[in-house]
């Protein structure tokens, strides 16, 4: 398996642009998760999903981010208008809730490192 | 809400020489997990290791082992021969079974290895 599949890997853009972050899952995990990474607040989780529906969006900053899980493949996390307070790194990551060893363990994206001048 | 805290922002580390990274945790859980991710500059998130709550025996995994105290809420990593290569971001994270899979990292702490 390729792992958890990230794009872009480095995102530069202006202040006011819309930029969207696109996730591609473990194929058969179940669940996903996108977390922000900043020196300030470290890793803060933002939002998951279990079988693509949405459940806990608490840690979503503003109304100006928002994420979605068209199917079980794809995730995309949307922040539009971009600030220069959302310079970050972004991960992605996903895991499986059945039973067995590796269940339970959130596998990584190498992350988006988010730029907004 | 669960807490976890890491509480030495750095560590450093003679190669081959063995260091230990702290991490405490409040809950009022019975049924979790713990884990030790490690962060190269690379910044990929790599899996270290992991603890079931239930199991009383330390994990271990070759180099690295956990001292787990569940009483004082404490869930240490030890790593022995220490290798140029062990230098990175060491995060601890908190699981509890009754939220989904999310987990809830530490500050995290730079270990560094000197030649």
């Known amino acids: 398996d390729a792992g958890v599949i990230q794009s872009p890997r480095h995102e530069v853009t202006e202040m006011g642009q819309e930029v969207t972050l696109r996730c591609k899952p473990i194929s058969g995990h179940d669940y996903l998760f996108w977390y922000r990474q900043t020196m300030m607040r470290g890793l803060e989780l933002l939002i998951y999903f279990n079988n693509n529906v949405p459940i806990d969006d608490s840690g979503m900053p503003e109304d100006r981010f928002s994420a979605k899980m068209p199917n079980a493949s794809f995730s995309t996390l949307k922040i539009q208008p971009s600030e220069p307070r959302d310079s970050a790194v972004y991960f992605c990551a996903s895991s499986l809730s059945r039973q067995g060893y590796g269940a339970n363990v959130l596998t990584f994206g190498a992350g988006s490192r988010l730029t907004v001048l | 809400a669960q807490t976890v805290t890491q509480s030495q922002p750095e560590m450093s580390v003679q190669e081959a020489e063995t260091v230990t990274l702290s991490c405490t945790y409040d809950?009022?859980?019975?049924?979790?997990?713990l884990f030790w991710y490690k962060q190269p500059p690379s910044r990929q998130m790599i899996l270290v290791i992991r603890q079931e709550a239930y199991k009383q025996q330390n994990a271990t995994e070759n180099r690295f082992s956990v001292n787990f105290q569940k009483a004082a809420k404490s869930f240490s990593l030890k790593i022995s021969d220490s290798q140029l290569g062990d230098a990175a971001m060491y995060f601890c994270?908190?699981?509890?079974?009754?939220?989904?899979?999310?987990?809830?990292f530490g500050g995290g702490t730079r270990l560094m290895v000197k030649p």
């Open positions: 809950t009022s859980e019975s049924d979790y997990y």
């Open positions: 994270a908190y699981r509890t079974n009754n939220a989904g899979n999310m987990l809830t």
